[in-house]
């Protein structure tokens, strides 16, 4: 009776225990409910203004155009921050250029007029007035002729104002770097490496975005040319308009890849520096077509010799805009040859792959049925070798499609080529296959 009474307490105090689990676990489940209730209730309740402004800047292409803004705001802080430090020191290198010339010039005069005033024929020019009207005379001579030996500051090609600090930001950000113009204080060497690490970043950024913008702007037509072509052809073919409409839905998802023919890309950036240099053949005075074509030639390779730089300030927007799209463009021409270089290395491995895997396929085939004591006629054997291949080739074609499939379509910055460690996905996938078929 004891030993019943103790196994019933015994009970009683497990079924408590797990009474007092169970509603713990409740109330938890209850609280964890309640406050996902709350939070799914905060995301619906998105104010409108949000929701608005959500839809402008992914449906209305608003992010494309605040990121252009981001780096202009960027490139006016950076203009008056670099004009700020190295305006004062250029105008103190000029004034102490300036005295240095004018003592200079003074010295020359004072020994002209003691080798006159010492010369015999030259007595009547003893009286104070005169000889100060002498010397006056020669430095207003000596002025007018170095001007017109053009002689100037020499420090720099260029002076510290507003403007070409909005070119020298320019050139920093896009890695040009005309060499033009340079800081000379600490503060300006300091704050040209901190513009550069953000500078720099953003502008990449903005190039892959617009590198795509620009894919799809130019595959755009060829896509509405393919639907015209396509509606216009059904009246000489068998096609339903059900078939149509899904060729053209496939078209249209392929707008998002990024393999435009690499002949096409190049000669949109080759026509778009010629574009550029018959702008800027307006705008330049001193500058012929060619002058203009080798200057945008050099910008757009981020050469930046700095032997040729535009004189006009109030035409620098226009400038940085023009080389962002050029730039933009030329890193869309180096992505489709790094796409094109890698998809052709992909088709090589797979025919290689493909050979191996036949070979490999045909002799496990005979390995087993010579295992299994099932050796048929000649045209048996054939028609399992022939299955086996056929298998094989399918089953590399889904995984040549589905690796093309998960190649990356999407526009880079930078040139990265492909090693053949980078398709460690394909030889794994093959060898599953060979696994499968032992």
């Known amino acids: ?230 509606r216009l052809s059904r009246y000489c073919t068998k096609q339903t308009m059900t078939e149509i409409w899904e060729l053209d839905a496939e078209d249209k998802r392929d707008l998002e890849i990024f393999d435009l023919p690499i002949p096409i890309a190049i000669s949109v950036v080759i026509t778009w520096i010629f574009i550029c240099s018959a702008t800027f053949c307006l705008w330049e005075k001193d500058w012929d077509y060619f002058v203009a074509f080798y200057f945008f030639f050099i910008s757009l390779s981020t050469i930046g010799l700095g032997d040729i730089t535009p004189t006009q300030p109030k035409y620098l927007l226009m400038l940085f805009i023009y080389i962002i799209i050029g730039l933009s463009l030329v890193s869309m021409c180096i992505n489709l040859i790094q796409s094109e270089m890698a998809r052709t290395y992909e088709v090589g491995q797979l025919d290689n792959l493909s050979l191996n895997s036949a070979d490999f396929s045909s002799e496990s085939m005979n390995q087993r049925i010579c295992n299994k004591n099932c050796i048929s006629s000649s045209n048996g054997s054939n028609i399992i070798d022939g299955s086996a291949r056929s298998l094989s080739d399918n089953s590399l074609w889904r995984i040549s499609v589905n690796n093309r499939k998960k190649f990356d379509k999407s526009s880079q910055t930078m040139l990265s080529f492909l090693s053949p460690c980078g398709n460690s996905n394909i030889l794994s996938s093959y060898q599953g296959i060979y696994q499968s078929m032992m």
């Open 1 to 230: 009776m004891a030993s019943l009474q103790r196994s019933a307490v015994f009970r009683q105090s497990i079924r408590q225990f797990q009474q007092s689990i169970q509603e713990r676990a409740n109330t938890a489940a209850n609280v964890i409910r309640q406050e996902a209730e709350v939070n799914i209730r905060r995301v619906r309740h998105v104010p409108r203004w949000i929701q608005l402004l959500r839809k402008v800047y992914h449906e209305y292409g608003l992010k494309h155009i605040l990121l252009i803004i981001v780096l202009i705001i960027y490139q006016f802080i950076g203009a008056a921050i670099f004009y700020l430090c190295e305006a004062s020191h250029d105008e103190s290198l000029e004034t102490f250029w300036k005295e240095n010339i004018k003592r200079n010039r003074t010295r020359l005069i004072d020994v002209i007029v003691s080798s006159m005033l010492n010369n015999t024929e030259y007595l009547f020019f003893l009286t104070s007035n005169q000889t100060r009207q002498v010397k006056r005379r020669l430095g207003q001579e000596l002025t007018l002729y170095e001007k017109g030996l053009g002689i100037k500051y020499t420090d720099q090609k260029i002076r510290w104002d507003f403007w070409n600090a909005m070119l020298y930001a320019q050139t920093i950000c896009t890695t040009i770097g005309y060499g033009h113009l340079y800081p000379s204080t600490t503060a300006g060497r300091i704050f040209t490496m901190l513009y550069a690490i953000v500078g720099i970043p953003l502008v990449l950024s903005i190039l892959d975005d617009l590198g795509k913008l620009l894919t799809r702007c130019l595959k755009t037509p060829w896509y509405l040319t393919k639907c015209g072509c396509r």
